[in-house]
């Protein structure tokens, strides 16, 4: 009796230890996961994608049960694109709500603020919202990093040479954004025109991305006799250089980065300057396009516009900053379902250094995902495209290895 009684004791205590030995965030039903965005503030109209990303997850919870019988929990936390709200939002979800990784979260400020800390706990801080490319070369120091957006040294390269090779005459102004967002777009660009780059590149005004206006950077920009333009900033910003260039009459080939070039975005302009003011505008793109008529009959448009009716209806499908974040949240998914049928947080880690897939559906046909444990850089393929008649236009063939 008393034998069987401490084998029956030794039993309980195996399996308590085995259920507490999950890594934080994991149940027996249920995964959560977490990250922070700016719901609020000057990059607000970033909002949108967590909703989009939960609407994801919802779809996946509703018709696969979630993944290996666990039902993904999403919780977003507003930090107003500053990274002083961002520590204590990011501590919150790691000490207290005890996620078991930070997920997409947005802002290059943001991720670097809380870079460390989350390392140095073992969190991973997965699939950011933000292109800088030391996300990818700075592996070895921070390995529990990894991004997801196109690096913007690449971005701002692959604006150079499209310029070098149409229109080599050109005369380049940029505004950009006083950050290090801003600041690795412009890096890009010179390498790209490098080594002339100074004599390229006539003027760059930049701008915080809190200011009420960019009325004397276009007017100093005109000034300097640019005839192209490169908008290098946050949407907010980008939105009032355009309408500013109609209002002083100023009309140069207009290059934008693809974090402002959404669909949504450019029919606002429209509205507001008028057609002119966006036609011809050139930027790069990797997703689909839900406004574009000819991907109307794309599995992937359709399937995103099949969850965004159930699982968001309020949602704005012009807004390309929500199939993109369907498209992180496929590929969260997809690391899942490859990190065992128990996930450990390293086991996620190296689920998301070995992607190799060019299934994600809402990413355009030529675009794969690839990682490897020395390389981090999720997206590489960039294609460019051009707004006419509403909506984007690719053309021309992918530009590859993009960082």
Not at 27 to 36: F, H, K, Q
Not at 241 to 257: D, G, L, R
Request: cysteine-free.
């Amino acid at each position: 009796m008393l034998a069987a009684a401490l084998v029956a004791l030794a039993a309980t205590v195996t399996g308590a230890t085995a259920r507490t030995a999950a890594d934080p965030g994991i149940t027996n039903d249920s995964i959560l996961i977490g990250g922070t965005f700016p719901l609020s503030g000057s990059a607000s109209l970033y909002g949108a994608i967590p909703v989009a990303e939960k609407a994801y997850f919802d779809y996946v919870n509703d018709t696969r049960g979630g993944v290996n019988g666990r039902k993904i929990n999403f919780k977003y936390v507003d930090d107003g694109y500053d990274a002083s709200q961002t520590v204590p939002a990011i501590r919150q979800l790691v000490e207290q709500d005890k996620v078991f990784a930070i997920v997409n979260a947005l802002g290059t400020a943001p991720g670097l603020a809380v870079r460390d800390y989350l390392n140095e706990r073992k969190v991973p801080q997965v699939l950011l919202a933000t292109g800088d490319s030391f996300w990818g070369f700075q592996y070895k120091k921070y390995p529990w990093t990894i991004g997801y957006n196109p690096s913007y040294p690449g971005e701002g390269t692959i604006f150079a040479k499209h310029i070098l090779s149409k229109t080599p005459q050109a005369k380049v102004g940029v505004l950009m954004q006083n950050d290090p967002f801003g600041q690795q777009l412009l890096a890009g660009l010179r390498r790209g025109f490098a080594p002339n780059s100074k004599s390229r590149i006539v003027d760059v005004e930049p701008v915080d991305v809190t200011a009420p206006d960019v009325s004397q950077q276009l007017l100093k920009l005109k000034a300097s006799g640019a005839d192209t333009l490169i908008i290098f900033t946050t949407p907010s910003p980008s939105i009032k250089a355009f309408v500013t260039a109609a209002k002083i009459n100023w009309h140069p080939q207009i290059y934008v980065s693809y974090v402002s070039a959404s669909p949504l975005f450019m029919g606002a302009i429209a509205k507001a300057a008028g057609a002119a003011a966006v036609d011809g505008t050139i930027t790069t793109s990797y997703v689909k396009d839900a406004t574009n008529p000819g991907e109307q009959n794309d599995p992937g448009v359709k399937l995103f516009e099949q969850i965004m009716a159930k699982y968001y209806p309020k949602g704005n499908i012009a807004d390309a900053n929500l199939i993109y974040a369907m498209s992180v949240a496929w590929t969260a998914v997809n690391a899942l379902q490859r990190a065992g049928k128990t996930p450990t947080r390293q086991g996620f880690m190296n689920a998301l250094t070995s992607t190799n897939t060019a299934a994600n559906p809402f990413l355009l046909k030529g675009v794969r995902l690839q990682t490897s444990k020395t390389d981090h850089f999720f997206i590489e393929d960039l294609t460019l495209t051009k707004w006419a008649n509403g909506h984007w236009n690719a053309f021309g063939s992918f530009y590859h290895h993009a960082r």
